[in-house]
């Protein structure tokens, strides 16, 4: 469609990352950090799979641990959209939340930039050797069915 805004700015991979992430229960509660799992990650943001999730617009930080490097990531951002368990659908059938990255180092960009060119690289290739296989199986499958009817 002429003029239309791409959906994605930034390339999106897929991961499963350990992240703590500060969580208010109520009002009256004070922040404890809870453990998710981040599952999909760009340098626009990313989705942590949680039980217990931040309000929508609430501000939080996180501390990402990327394989490639023993420094953790810090990165500021907000709750942009929540999946509580009346809200999954079979698109997305996580619990967890969406956070928008607002604030984030320049080393550590660059840094959490190499690494989802990595991981690109390679869920790329996976996706062309499942494509490859599966025309490959099915050119198998035709010949057989060619060949032995």
């Known amino acids: 469609m002429y003029g239309a805004r791409p959906y994605r700015l930034f390339n999106r991979v897929v991961v499963n990352l350990p992240v703590e992430i500060p ?3 109520n ?3 004070r922040q404890r950090r809870r453990a998710g799992r981040i599952l999909s990650l760009s340098k ?9 999730a931040p309000r929508t617009g609430e501000p939080i930080s996180a501390s990402i641990q990327l ?3 023993d420094q ?3 990165v500021r951002g907000t709750v942009i959209w929540v999946n509580h368990d009346t809200t999954l659908s079979a698109s997305f059938p996580e619990l967890g939340f969406g956070v928008r990255t607002d604030e ?3 080393q550590d960009l660059d ?3 190499y690494f989802i060119a990595k991981i690109d690289i390679v869920q790329d290739l996976r996706r062309r050797l499942a494509s490859t296989e599966d025309r490959l199986r099915h050119q198998a499958l035709t010949d057989w069915f060619y060949c032995c009817s």
Do not use: C, H, N, W
């Not at 626009?44 to 217990?52: A, C, K, N, Q, R």
């Open 104 to 106: 984030i180092d320049t």
């Open 44 to 52: 626009g943001g990313f989705f942590v799979s949680t039980l217990v």
């Open 111 to 113: 840094r959490l930039d």
């Open 67 to 69: 394989p490639i490097s």
């Open 72 to 74: 953790l990531i810090q």
């Open 23 to 25: 969580v208010k229960m």
């Open 27 to 29: 009002e009256a509660d």
